[in-house]
């Protein structure tokens, strides 16, 4: 609200990304300001980010390079996508396509989303699950949900104990969604085998989980590929474009 304050000729706001939860929208409505985003170009590059991060805890590639890397030429069993279920909290663009990505990887694809497209997950052989039922079924639990006050999503020591014993966790969504000291301790003790995160509670991350052998850690650059930015970029000044010619 102090930065529109300060601007009070402006009447759009073009964000390069899917999420707004970073604008002050009661502010904006208020000021009559409109919000535009480019929620269709990350699709992809996110999608694609997690099947890899998914893959690489699965054969253990962290481990594998660093004992490489270090000269030693040592063996590490991993395991097969083929055969696994893959549970996903969240079925909005980007969850779908990571169902289909692990659909062609054979996995069985489980899903819980408020307003989930029913037609859309029987096509897809996506079946329906609540939130526990989910975190104790799947042996791999990707976040790819959005911010929202009427359902919530926190995954915190009680969540991650009902997680099956030696699974694996992938966040891709939202920082705050995960409790990562509990993570740490899940772990640490073995429960869970593995997380990769995209997203943390503070950004940058100096936390616990760098400290961690069982996770792959990245940036907050899920979007970052050059099409996928230059397609979001693209989109974002076509917005503000469409919206002058609409609005004069």
């Not at 970073?22 to 919000?35: F, P, Q, Y």
């Not at 395991?79 to 990505?101: F, H, M, N, P, Y």
Request: hydrophobic share 40%; with cysteine.
């Amino acid at each position: 609200a102090e930065t529109m304050d300060q601007m009070p000729n402006l009447r759009c706001i073009s964000r390069v990304g899917v999420g707004i939860d970073s604008i002050d929208l009661v502010a904006a409505e208020k000021r009559g300001i409109t919000i535009l985003n480019t929620p269709d170009e990350p699709v992809i590059a996110v999608a694609e980010l997690t099947l890899t991060m998914i893959l690489a805890l699965l054969r253990r590639l962290p481990r594998v390079n660093s004992l490489t890397c270090s000269r030693k030429w040592q063996r590490v069993t991993g395991s097969l996508l083929l055969g696994k279920t893959a549970g996903l909290i969240g079925l909005g663009r980007i969850g779908r396509r990571v169902a289909e990505l692990l659909n062609a990887f054979g996995a069985e694809v489980i899903g819980v989303d408020p307003y989930a497209d029913e037609a859309w997950a029987q096509r897809q052989g996506v079946l329906l699950r609540d939130l526990p039922g989910l975190l104790g079924e799947a042996d791999i639990v990707s976040i790819h949900a959005s911010t929202s006050a009427e359902h919530p999503v926190t995954l915190g020591a009680g969540e991650l104990s009902r997680m099956k014993q030696g699974s694996w966790l992938v966040n891709l969504s939202r920082g705050d969604m995960v409790d990562d000291v509990a993570l740490k301790e899940a772990l640490d003790t073995g429960h869970l085998a593995g997380a990769g995160l995209d997203v943390f509670p503070e950004e940058p991350y100096r936390g616990c989980l760098c400290d961690s052998d069982r996770v792959i850690l990245t940036p907050h650059q899920a979007t970052l590929t050059k099409e996928t930015r230059e397609a979001m970029e693209t989109h974002a000044v076509q917005n503000l474009v469409g919206f002058l010619r609409s609005n004069g």
